[in-house]
């Protein structure tokens, strides 16, 4: 009796879910985000570093080396000692002549271990080693 009424429909239609719709959004996303992590590429230490008003954006043709707080030392992700900074930034000028070398150190770390990188830098044929900042 209800049937006549309409209250039960005959020939239900299950319900489906289109995830064409999520899907584009985890794709965007996913593009959002691998191109902001390649915007901000660092030297694969966390630092904080020093505050400079004379500050000036270096480019993409750098290499990063990275001086932690407790004076170890990054490149490429990787953590490296002096003799090994040395072969690496070597064979990178080999690839590379013009680049340069942007020391990222960070605030708290000794300033005596950042002249031994840069030395190490210079004896590598490295041009060009500036150290890095934010802009005051």
């Known amino acids: 009796m209800l049937e006549e009424y309409g209250f039960i429909e005959k020939g239900e239609s ?3 879910v289109n995830i064409a719709p999520l899907l584009d959004m985890v794709f965007i996303l996913l593009i959002f985000f691998i191109i902001t992590t390649n915007f901000s590429r660092q030297s694969g230490v966390e630092v904080q570093k020093p505050k400079a008003q004379s500050a000036v954006y270096q480019g993409q ?3 990063l080396v990275g001086i932690s707080r407790e ?3 990054h ?3 990787r953590q490296v000692n002096l003799e090994r900074l ?3 930034i070597s064979s990178e000028i080999a690839r590379r002549p013009t680049a340069n070398v942007v020391i ?3 605030r708290a770390s000794m300033l005596g271990r950042a002249v031994e990188v840069m030395d190490a830098c210079i004896l590598a044929g490295v041009k060009k080693v500036s150290v890095a900042a934010d802009k005051d």
């Open 14 to 16: 299950s319900a489906e």
């Open 61 to 63: 043709k750098t290499i």
């Open 71 to 73: 004076g170890s030392i």
């Open 75 to 77: 490149i490429h992700g």
């Open 86 to 88: 040395t072969r690496i």
């Open 104 to 106: 990222v150190a960070d």
